[in-house]
């Protein structure tokens, strides 16, 4: 007889494997399906290992400077297979993570491959043969992988994706990365540290397009000066390929110029993972690559719903798993409240680290807003100086009206940690009044966050 849930999730990446887990504490009887990993890109081949990878290139980064310390540090170097080796651990670490915790929460784990199969019902290609499953609530989580563009698709050897990236062949000499996204930059930064001679390309004006304009061109003259070649306004066209080489044709002010590389790194964005699930014969609507939800991730199709990556940006984990647990609480008759999107904070941990929330000064302006904007430099922070890590900006955008907290913007080290206290702030609908108010530690480096506000008002005290 074909099993029979309350709830089942097709994909156990951190938006799957959450709203199973979070069905199951609701009392509902829960399974989630999976093809290949627990803890989908997120765990395996996105946010976790490459956090492991910049971190190894980080301590690299800050041996090199020990002698500012007071320390020594000899015959500084990296066995890049042990790097990676650590971070494959860690990701596998966290994998083992995901399955204790389904278990624990009774969660049944189904490894195959699903696509719905008429109301109410899922079929499961297993090792063993397809299975029916029937479910009362079905999600679609099954995530994105990486977009690929026309001669610029990646080979595993001359040509990575970010899965080559996490587990490469070999350490690039001379690396094109294509596209600075945070996905892009990550790379270039980790690759740069470790000594590769990197140029990013960047079709859109600013390196970081999504960010704030001025922490794109902060960023950009700190990664110029560790040694990255920058290149806005700027499209590979063309890539040829030859025996351990690889000549770009890259689009600049209407010129193109062929530069040889050994190494490309593709990251022009992502695409939702909406084939073989079934959809069309379903009703359920897909848009490009994303399927189509609405504010409580409904797909219009009875008793189906879809979250994370698959139903469309923002591609975050903690978006992913903030619809997970949205969805169970739906599934099991509660009222969460819809995610508001800019409330949904951004992080990339290349060196600088950037991290932000909510409207750019560009955008507050664009929708109307008459804005106070306050900027605090790291340099003026007794903690990063202390830490040896003077550079850096904390920007906040405010409606001059209400003194709503429209956005905040970062760059230095350690804001993927600080912001969010914006968004916390955000959450509570919080004004300047009350970052005014709010006592901050000392030293901390969150105390910038205290002074940017501070110097919206023309009240900050350290600048
Ligand atoms: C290199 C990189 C770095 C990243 N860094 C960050 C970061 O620092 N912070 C951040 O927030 N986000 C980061 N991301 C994005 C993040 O990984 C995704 O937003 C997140 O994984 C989305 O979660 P998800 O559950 O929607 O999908 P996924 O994690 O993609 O999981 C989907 C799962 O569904 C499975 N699946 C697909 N189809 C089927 C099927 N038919 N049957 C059964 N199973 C199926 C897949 O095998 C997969 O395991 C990064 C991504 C990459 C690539």
Not at 46 to 62: D, M, N, Q, W, Y
Not at 301 to 311: H, K, L, M, R, T
Not at 404 to 409: D, S
Request: hydrophobic content about 40%.
């Amino acid at each position: 007889m074909a099993a029979t849930y309350d709830f089942l999730v097709i994909g156990a990446g951190p938006g799957g494997y959450v709203a199973a887990i979070r069905a199951a504490q609701l009392g509902l009887k829960a399974a989630v399906v999976e093809r290949e990993h627990l803890g989908g890109i997120c765990l395996n081949w996105g946010c976790i290992p490459t956090k492991a990878l910049l971190r190894s290139s980080e301590v690299f980064h800050l041996m090199h400077r020990a002698k500012e310390f007071g320390l020594s540090a000899d015959k500084i170097d990296y066995d890049l297979p042990a790097v990676v080796k650590r971070s494959r651990g860690v990701a596998k670490q966290m994998e083992g993570g995901v399955k204790h915790l389904l278990k624990k929460n009774k969660v049944d784990v189904v490894m195959g491959e699903a696509r719905l199969a008429g109301k109410g019902k899922v079929s499961v290609k297993t090792d063993k043969g397809t299975e029916e499953i029937s479910a009362k609530h079905i999600v679609l989580a099954t995530g994105a992988r990486a977009r690929e563009l026309p001669g610029l698709e990646a080979d595993g050897d001359l040509v990575w994706t970010y899965k080559h990236a996490l587990n490469p062949p070999r350490m690039p000499k001379k690396l094109l990365v294509i596209g600075s996204g945070a996905i892009g930059i990550e790379f270039a930064s980790f690759y740069n540290t470790l000594g590769a001679d990197t140029t990013v390309v960047e079709v859109m004006d600013r390196v970081l397009p999504v960010e704030d304009a001025e922490i794109s061109a902060f960023a950009k003259k700190q990664f110029e000066k560790q040694g990255m070649k920058i290149m806005e306004k700027s499209m590979v066209k063309q890539l040829d390929r030859a025996k351990g080489k690889v000549t770009a044709h890259i689009e600049a002010g209407g010129k193109v110029e062929k530069v040889e590389f050994d190494t490309v790194i593709s990251a022009v964005g992502i695409v939702g993972n909406v084939e073989n699930l079934g959809l069309e014969e379903a009703g359920v609507k897909v848009d490009r690559t994303h399927v189509v939800t609405d504010e409580y991730c409904r797909t219009g199709v009875d008793g189906v719903y879809a979250i994370g990556d698959v139903a469309g940006a923002p591609w975050l984990a903690h978006k992913a798993s903030h619809e997970g647990v949205l969805v169970a609480e739906f599934a099991a008759g509660g009222h969460p409240h819809p995610i508001k999107p800019n409330s949904i904070a951004g992080c990339t941990y290349c060196h600088p680290q950037v991290a932000s929330v909510g409207l750019t000064e560009a955008k507050a302006k664009e929708q109307g807003y008459k804005v106070k904007v306050g900027k605090f430099p790291f340099i003026g922070n007794g903690k990063a100086v202390a830490l040896g890590e003077p550079e850096g900006l904390v920007k906040t955008v405010f409606d001059e009206k209400t003194g709503e907290l429209l956005g905040a913007h970062m760059v230095g080290a350690e804001v993927t940690e600080l912001i969010q206290g914006y968004v916390v702030g955000r959450a509570l609908e919080t004004t300047e009044e009350d970052l005014m108010n709010t006592v901050f530690p000392h030293p901390t480096l969150s105390e910038m966050m205290h002074e940017s506000v501070l110097s919206a008002y023309g009240r900050a005290i350290h600048i």
